[in-house]
């Protein structure tokens, strides 16, 4: 791997990590250095007061501080640089010694870490890769660091369509036969595109063929550069089912059967949304020359923070290590975990509410070159009668499960590696709850007649009561008190207590 020029002199290097693996060199030569400082008294007067807790040690609020952060990363966050730790920019030391050992294990010719996201980590890909004034063809399901930061380059921009998967699945993603039939064109007509930007994996779950569409970007014109953003797949690569479809396991196959490879090719890897990194945690990899690799180093200096986090930088070495080691048992676990959920969605009677979306969960069209990320699980709510930030709102308070995504009726679990079988046991508790607390509840609104208590609380008096037809007055005056704040309540006549239907806020666990 041909490494970036530095004018470090080689006897500057940073403090070198003790020896752990079996040949005499460390595995995580980053985590040890940054650990070997973080057990030094060390007094600074450059910068960082918090480090070590010095400002804090007399502080009423110190307790605060130690609870949220540990005493351990207070001792680890450092202002250290340079010849004392290592070189941000121009690392000699152990920084470069993690980076050359990431860039082995995904298959890059060069990695870069950064501590302030894949936002900054795209817009330094691009800095590298397109220049003022050149072509780019944008799969415009790209994130919004990619348009904003080619608005910022002075490129000539256009963008391939998107497309639905389809009528009953609510996720989009890049038109890749159309990208390509564009990418040809342009070729044949002598005005070729310089930079394609691929979104290879998506946020919903949805991957790209990357080894047929680098394969027809290299065989139309060599000499296009290319961005992945591979954000949400930065695991797939330990793994045989996950790996094939990925940006660098493609390349490797384009090398060994001496087919034309892009110029340059850039890769992006959110660590932290699938690997036990820190957030924040970047991979950036590089697949070109010296002189790409020196346009990059570059790119990074212009848009990275001089004052990179090392604990977040350490977390990448440790994540890369963990991801070699046991990151196939872990994703085998994940692959296993969102079959059962898929299972239990359409087996199990008292889920009968949700339904998970896509032909068995899976994209099966090989002519929309894209396929199923099989960790992830687009679940439909409809059948509930809440919405689906409703539902998340609840999982949330009341079973202390987070969900991020919402789209239409449909709500995504994303089953990545620190998710065990005793979380998918919680999950599918939750569901089976709430499925029998508002379908009752729904079932009778929409029905007009109820065989429940209809109680507002408060004041906790009846709006409706068995046997009682509900109008649409009612139904206002439901409408009404929800979006007031009051809780709606549902009772079966025999008297037994059934579960809160909550409005906003959200019923506490337990009240009755």
């Given at each position: 791997?041909t490494?970036?020029?530095?004018?470090?002199?080689?006897?500057?290097?940073?403090?070198?990590?003790?020896?752990?693996?079996?040949?005499?060199?460390?595995?995580t030569?980053?985590?040890?250095?940054?650990?070997?400082?973080?057990?030094?008294?060390?007094?600074?007067?450059?910068a960082?007061?918090?480090?070590?807790?010095?400002?804090?040690?007399d502080?009423?609020?110190?307790?605060?501080?130690?609870?949220?952060?540990?005493?351990?990363?207070?001792?680890?966050?450092?202002?250290?640089?340079?010849?004392?730790?290592?070189?941000?920019?121009?690392?000699?030391?152990?920084?470069?010694?993690?980076?050359?050992?990431?860039?082995?294990?995904?298959?890059?010719?060069?990695?870069?870490?950064?501590?302030?996201?894949?936002?900054?980590a795209?817009?330094?890909?691009?800095?590298?890769?397109?220049?003022?004034?050149?072509?780019?063809?944008?799969?415009?399901?790209?994130?919004?660091?990619?348009?904003?930061?080619?608005?910022?380059?002075?490129?000539?921009?256009?963008?391939a369509?998107?497309?639905?998967?389809?009528?009953?699945?609510?996720?989009?993603?890049?038109?890749?036969?159309?990208?390509?039939?564009?990418?040809?064109?342009?070729?044949?007509?002598?005005?070729?595109?310089?930079?394609?930007?691929?979104?290879?994996?998506?946020?919903?779950?949805?991957?790209?063929?990357?080894?047929?569409?680098?394969?027809?970007?290299?065989?139309?014109?060599?000499?296009?550069?290319?961005?992945?953003?591979?954000?949400?797949?930065?695991?797939?690569?330990?793994?045989?089912?996950?790996?094939?479809?990925?940006?660098?396991?493609?390349?490797?196959?384009?090398?060994?059967?001496?087919?034309?490879?892009?110029?340059?090719?850039?890769?992006?890897h959110?660590?932290?949304?699938?690997?036990?990194?820190?957030?924040?945690g970047?991979?950036?990899?590089?697949?070109?020359?010296?002189?790409?690799?020196?346009?990059?180093?570059?790119?990074?200096?212009?848009?990275?923070?001089?004052?990179?986090?090392?604990?977040?930088?350490?977390?990448?070495?440790?994540?890369?290590?963990?991801?070699?080691?046991?990151?196939?048992?872990?994703?085998?676990?994940?692959?296993?975990?969102?079959?059962?959920?898929?299972?239990?969605?359409?087996?199990?009677?008292?889920l009968?509410?949700?339904?998970?979306?896509?032909?068995?969960?899976?994209?099966?069209?090989?002519?929309?070159?894209?396929?199923?990320?099989?960790?992830?699980?687009?679940?439909?709510?409809?059948?509930?009668?809440?919405?689906?930030?409703?539902?998340?709102?609840?999982?949330?308070?009341?079973?202390?499960?987070?969900?991020?995504?919402?789209?239409?009726?449909?709500?995504?679990?994303?089953?990545?590696?620190?998710?065990?079988?005793?979380?998918?046991?919680?999950?599918?508790?939750?569901?089976?709850?709430?499925?029998?607390?508002?379908?009752?509840?729904?079932?009778?609104?929409?029905?007009?007649t109820?065989?429940?208590?209809?109680?507002?609380?408060?004041?906790?008096?009846?709006?409706?009561?068995?046997?009682?037809?509900?109008?649409?007055?009612?139904?206002?005056?439901?409408?009404?008190?929800r979006?007031?704040?009051?809780?709606?309540?549902?009772?079966?006549?025999?008297?037994?207590?059934?579960?809160?239907?909550?409005?906003?806020?959200?019923?506490?666990?337990?009240?009755?």
């Amino acid at each position: 791997m041909t490494e970036p020029t530095s004018s470090t002199p080689a006897s500057e290097e940073g403090p070198q990590a003790p020896p752990a693996g079996r040949h005499g060199a460390s595995r995580t030569p980053l985590a040890d250095a940054v650990l070997a400082v973080s057990r030094r008294d060390i007094a600074s007067f450059h910068a960082l007061p918090l480090s070590h807790g010095r400002s804090i040690r007399d502080s009423r609020i110190r307790e605060s501080y130690e609870a949220l952060f540990g005493t351990a990363q207070l001792a680890a966050d450092v202002s250290y640089s340079g010849t004392m730790l290592d070189s941000f920019f121009r690392p000699r030391g152990p920084l470069r010694q993690a980076q050359r050992l990431a860039a082995n294990s995904f298959g890059a010719d060069a990695t870069f870490f950064l501590s302030t996201g894949t936002s900054t980590a795209n817009r330094v890909a691009l800095t590298a890769l397109a220049r003022p004034g050149s072509r780019v063809l944008s799969d415009r399901s790209c994130h919004q660091s990619v348009h904003f930061a080619l608005g910022a380059l002075g490129v000539d921009v256009t963008y391939a369509p998107m497309q639905k998967c389809c009528a009953t699945c609510p996720r989009t993603f890049g038109d890749l036969p159309r990208l390509l039939d564009m990418f040809r064109a342009a070729v044949a007509e002598g005005r070729p595109y310089d930079t394609v930007v691929l979104s290879a994996v998506s946020y919903d779950g949805v991957r790209y063929d990357l080894p047929t569409v680098l394969t027809e970007l290299a065989a139309a014109h060599p000499a296009v550069s290319v961005l992945v953003d591979e954000a949400w797949g930065a695991v797939h690569r330990f793994h045989p089912r996950l790996r094939p479809l990925t940006a660098l396991h493609a390349v490797e196959a384009l090398r060994d059967s001496g087919s034309p490879l892009p110029l340059s090719m850039a890769v992006t890897h959110s660590a932290h949304k699938s690997m036990s990194a820190l957030r924040q945690g970047s991979y950036l990899h590089l697949v070109g020359d010296s002189e790409a690799q020196e346009r990059t180093a570059q790119a990074l200096f212009q848009h990275h923070t001089t004052s990179p986090s090392w604990p977040v930088l350490a977390s990448l070495d440790l994540a890369r290590l963990q991801a070699e080691t046991e990151g196939e048992q872990l994703l085998e676990r994940s692959l296993s975990l969102a079959g059962t959920l898929r299972t239990e969605l359409a087996t199990d009677p008292r889920l009968s509410a949700y339904r998970a979306l896509g032909p068995d969960g899976h994209l099966t069209d090989p002519a929309l070159l894209v396929s199923d990320d099989p960790t992830r699980v687009l679940v439909d709510i409809s059948a509930l009668g809440i919405t689906a930030a409703d539902f998340r709102r609840i999982l949330f308070d009341e079973y202390a499960l987070y969900v991020a995504r919402e789209s239409g009726d449909a709500v995504l679990f994303h089953v990545h590696i620190g998710v065990d079988e005793a979380t998918l046991l919680r999950l599918l508790e939750a569901l089976r709850t709430i499925q029998r607390t508002y379908r009752t509840s729904s079932a009778a609104l929409a029905q007009g007649t109820t065989d429940h208590f209809i109680i507002a609380y408060p004041p906790g008096i009846p709006i409706a009561v068995p046997g009682e037809r509900l109008c649409d007055r009612t139904l206002s005056e439901i409408g009404a008190l929800r979006s007031s704040g009051c809780e709606i309540y549902t009772l079966r006549q025999s008297g037994a207590v059934g579960t809160a239907v909550p409005s906003t806020p959200a019923v506490p666990a337990g009240r009755k």
